[in-house]
């Protein structure tokens, strides 16, 4: 089992950036593809982005291809998401998921291809 502790959520202006962090427990992180979901006021909760349980491949939304980039470092536990050019759009509780299954292979990606969620940081953008 792996625990998923998400941060770096907030309050940006429209064309800021912002840097989401998710922290996991246990020492098998490697054996795990993650993920980062959102999900707006209303909604569906809504896939962002994928990376292989090596980093080798990744998989970005098309609504955020060219302005998000996700990335892990297994050696710290950890996975990022890097926003750039944030839109008022973009605003939305994100959650860092992890799957056993090497996702990124996987079209569409589903929040059903997950196993393990965190809780969740809200990210605002203001227009």
């Known amino acids: 089992q792996v625990q998923l502790v998400e941060s770096g959520g907030g309050l940006v202006q429209a064309g800021g950036s912002l840097r989401l962090s998710c922290a996991a427990s246990g020492r098998t992180f490697s054996s795990y593809a993650m993920g980062w979901f959102r999900q707006a006021p209303g909604k569906e909760r809504e896939f962002v982005a994928a990376?292989?349980?090596?980093?080798?491949?990744?998989k970005h939304a098309d609504s955020v291809k060219g302005r998000f980039t996700i990335s892990r470092d297994n050696a710290k536990n950890t996975v990022s998401l890097q926003m750039n050019s944030l839109k008022p759009e973009d605003t939305a509780v994100y959650y860092c998921a992890a799957s056993r299954r090497e996702v990124v292979t996987i079209t569409p990606i589903h929040s059903n291809d997950f196993d393990y969620w965190g809780q969740g940081t809200q990210v605002t953008v203001s227009s």
């Open positions: 990376i292989s349980k090596y980093g080798r491949s990744t």
